[in-house]
């Protein structure tokens, strides 16, 4: 089992910036990916990024070139650095991991960003 725990969300202006971090414990020999997801209210959870081990990554169309993902394999940590926000960037975040895919998953952490 893998255990997740996002931090660094929270509320932020238009136009600023926020790191969220996850720290992954466990049974981490099983993971390759690990990325975030994202769910707004009243909307599907959504995938945002993800890298592998190597550091290959992949983004989603809305956040690509605003969004960086990068990961700590020594300390079994992932980041999100999220520049130049939009109020459609609110959602609660999750941290996810796995070895094909997500299948392991944080409590989530909320972003808000105000217009």
């Known amino acids: 089992q893998v255990q997740l725990v996002e931090s660094g969300g929270g509320l932020v202006q238009a136009g600023g910036s926020l790191r969220l971090s996850c720290a992954a414990s466990g049974s981490n020999f099983s993971i390759n990916f690990m990325g975030w997801y994202r769910q707004a209210p009243g909307k599907q959870r959504e995938f945002v990024a993800r890298i592998t081990s190597r550091g290959s990554t992949n983004y989603a169309h809305p956040v690509k070139g605003r969004f960086t993902v990068s990961r700590d394999n020594a300390k079994n940590t992932v980041h999100l650095q999220m520049n130049s926000l939009r109020p459609e960037d609110t959602a609660v975040y999750f941290c996810?991991?796995?070895?094909?895919?997500?299948?392991?998953w944080g409590q989530g952490t909320q972003v808000t960003v105000s217009s």
């Open positions: 996810t991991a796995g070895r094909l895919g997500p299948d392991y």
